[in-house]
């Protein structure tokens, strides 16, 4: 049943006013539905929805993530829009220069205006 079904992350913010900035200029997201219960946006075929909640924020983990073609590109792109790559030197993950990789993947982390956990990844050619 749900293996049919369109999935779409939802994200706490505080603010949703400057979310919507954040998400439509800096992410360059187009908004697709706007009322005063849902507000979201396309992303490659799936949608990112914001709510507003003072709980906003407050998840340590990464609330969305987007599989990208070139990661350098993506992190270079975002850069220029002001974006800041968090570094995590974790048991299991470190970063260098903002990208942590594995066998298969390189990822970056960033964070919204309301301090949301987002990842942008890049899967490794298999050879």
């Known amino acids: 049943m749900l293996s049919d079904s369109p999935i779409a992350a939802i994200i706490p913010v505080k603010d949703l006013a400057r979310a919507k900035q954040f998400y439509s200029e800096t992410l360059g997201l187009p908004l697709v539905k706007e009322t005063p219960e849902d507000t979201r ?19 340590g983990h990464t609330l969305a993530s ?4 070139d990661l350098d590109g993506e992190m270079k792109e975002l850069r220029d829009k002001g974006v800041t790559f968090e570094d995590y030197d974790l048991p299991g993950i470190k970063t260098v220069d ?20 987002l990842c942008v990844v890049e899967e490794k050619a298999q050879g």
């Open 41 to 59: 946006y396309e992303c490659g075929g799936t949608t990112i929805g914001l709510y507003e909640t003072p709980l906003g924020g407050e998840a």
């Open 98 to 117: 903002g990208v942590a990789e594995t066998e298969t993947l390189r990822g970056a982390w960033f964070k919204d205006t309301d301090g949301n956990i």
């Open 66 to 69: 987007w599989k990208v073609d």
